[in-house]
Nanobody, 115 residues
Framework: QVQLVESGGGLVQPGGSLRLSCAAS????????MAWYRQGPGNQRELVAR???????NYADSVKGRFTISRDNAKNTVYLQMNSLKPEDTAVYYC?????????WGQGTQVTVSS
């Protein structure tokens, strides 16, 4: 049974930083792409950042220059470093991973940016 477990969400003031982590566990033979999505109040789920097995990355325009996605293949973990956070970054953040040619999602972690 494969699962993704996220951590690192919380409440932060505008301009602050948070680091999200997502660890994959279970019977894992291969992980190709990993990504972070988010869903704000009243919005559809949107891609925030994606990283391939070769560490190629792409970002939503709204987070370029502020967020950095990275991965540790030895630990089956993907990270999202979020700097210069804005109130509009408030959302539930979901981890995604393509594992053993199947799609898996984490349970979501709340990020709230507010003074």
């Amino acid at each position: 049974q494969v699962q993704l477990v996220e951590s690192g969400g919380g409440l932060v003031q505008p301009g602050g930083s948070l680091r999200l982590s997502c660890a994959a566990s279970g019977s894992i033979f291969s992980i190709s792409s990993m990504a972070w999505y988010r869903q704000g109040p009243g919005n559809q789920r949107e891609l925030v950042a994606r990283i391939t097995i070769t560490s190629d990355t792409n970002y939503a325009d709204s987070v370029k220059g502020r967020f950095t996605i990275s991965r540790d293949n030895a630990k089956n973990t993907v990270y999202l470093q979020m700097n210069s956070l804005k109130p509009e970054d408030t959302a539930v953040y979901y981890c995604y991973a393509a594992i053993n040619y199947h799609n898996f999602w984490g349970q979501g972690t709340q990020v709230t940016v507010s003074s």
